[in-house]
């Protein structure tokens, strides 16, 4: 599986939008850009998932960059029930690797 | 959709007993499930693939002598820790991969485990 860099941590204004970046520079052709979170104590919580188009549901959006070195996680209007730890995670639904993720914490 | 339970959600035992843990996949089925453990401040570390109907396939560095894996039907995975240690304290979580157009991992919601 293609790895991932993901900032560490990451705030975010509640009510505001919330961009998180991946970049997936050596992801395959048939490799495909997964998001979960996970909330402290909890299992990791799928979001969404794509291969090259944008895709958008009721969760957030996933903007993949033309050549697929990167993507963004957007979620459009962020509450303080998002904080928690959001992972990019790049391969086949199969075969997960989990890297460290990114921290966002909403601010009031 | 595509809800993972898992039982028990926390578990304390003595050194040296067994425990089991369960992973249903309560509205789809699935072949193929995963089992995780995640250390305080780390993150989930693959231990298992587990296929139904055969044997587990299990990482590098996992006992599988220890971390017994039984996956009988499309919709139940076991995890029995044998003999356990304090070291085997950890949070276990398991996925169910649903397969529709694209393959999908979902997440049960983890099980503490404290050894004393």
């Known amino acids: 599986d293609a790895k991932t860099t993901q900032p560490p941590s990451m705030d975010c204004a509640e009510g505001r939008a919330a961009n998180l970046p991946c970049n997936h520079s050596?992801?395959?052709?048939?490799?495909?850009v997964y998001w979960y979170r996970q909330i402290h104590s909890q299992g990791p919580q799928y979001i969404i998932h794509?291969?090259?188009n944008n895709e958008t549901n009721e969760m957030a959006s996933l903007i993949i960059t033309e050549d697929r070195k990167s993507s963004t996680l957007i979620l459009p209007h962020a509450t303080l029930r998002d904080t928690a730890v959001y992972y990019c995670?790049?391969?086949?639904?199969?075969?997960?690797?989990f890297g460290g993720g990114t921290r966002l914490m909403v601010k009031p | 959709g595509a809800v993972v339970s898992q039982h028990p959600s926390w578990v304390i035992c003595k050194s040296g007993t067994s425990v089991k843990i369960e992973c249903r996949s309560l509205d789809f089925q699935a072949t193929t499930m995963f089992w995780y453990r995640q250390f305080p401040k780390q993150s989930l570390m693959l231990m298992a693939t587990?296929?139904?109907?055969?044997?587990?396939?299990?990482e590098q560095g996992v006992e599988k002598d220890k971390f017994l894996i039984n996956h009988a039907s499309l919709t139940l995975s076991t995890l029995t820790v044998t003999s356990a240690h304090p070291e085997d304290s950890s949070f276990y979580i398991c996925?169910?991969?649903?397969?529709?157009?694209?393959?999908?991992?979902?997440f049960g919601p983890g099980t503490r485990l404290t050894v004393l």
């Open positions: 996925s169910a991969n649903q397969q529709l157009w694209t393959d999908t991992q979902y």
């Open positions: 050596t992801i395959s052709g048939n490799e495909y």
């Open positions: 995670i790049v391969g086949a639904g199969n075969m997960l690797t």
């Open positions: 587990s296929n139904e109907g055969s044997k587990a396939t299990y």
């Open positions: 794509g291969l090259k």
